[in-house]
């Protein structure tokens, strides 16, 4: 759901706001998609409307914010992957210690052992 980059939309000088293709001022919205994380989009405000011009283009790419989203999108790769080590790390020391104890275990129960026929 990429602008076209067609021009078919006009901007005003005054307030720096988009017109959409009915020739009202394109609304704001915020995007709630998986691929799409609270990204900022311009939209006809008449969109759910029968007659509705469907316009669409990203408000950040526009101001130049690109760059943002993508550091936040590498950010936040970065922190996935980190946690999904971290809970590898998580399970490989459970398993020691776990074994740790066995050994623990097995010592004490030599010992004994060893005290009682020694």
């Not at 790419?61 to 946690?83: C, F, M, V, Y």
């Not at 020391?93 to 050994?103: T, V, Y």
Request: net charge positive.
């Amino acid at each position: 759901m990429q602008g076209d980059g067609s021009g078919s939309s006009r901007r005003r000088h005054k307030s720096g706001r988009k017109l959409c293709f009915c020739g009202l001022e394109a609304a704001i919205t915020q995007a709630w998609t998986k691929k799409n994380p609270w990204r900022r989009f311009y939209g006809c405000q008449c969109f759910k409307k029968k007659n509705g011009c469907k316009f669409f283009a990203w408000f950040d790419e526009e101001d130049g914010t690109l760059w943002q989203k993508r550091a936040l999108i590498e950010a936040r790769d970065e922190i996935r992957e980190k946690s999904r080590v971290i809970a590898q790390l998580n399970e490989t020391i459970a398993e020691l210690k776990s074994n740790l104890e066995k050994i623990q275990n097995k010592e004490e129960i030599l010992r004994k052992f060893e005290e009682f026929y020694v």
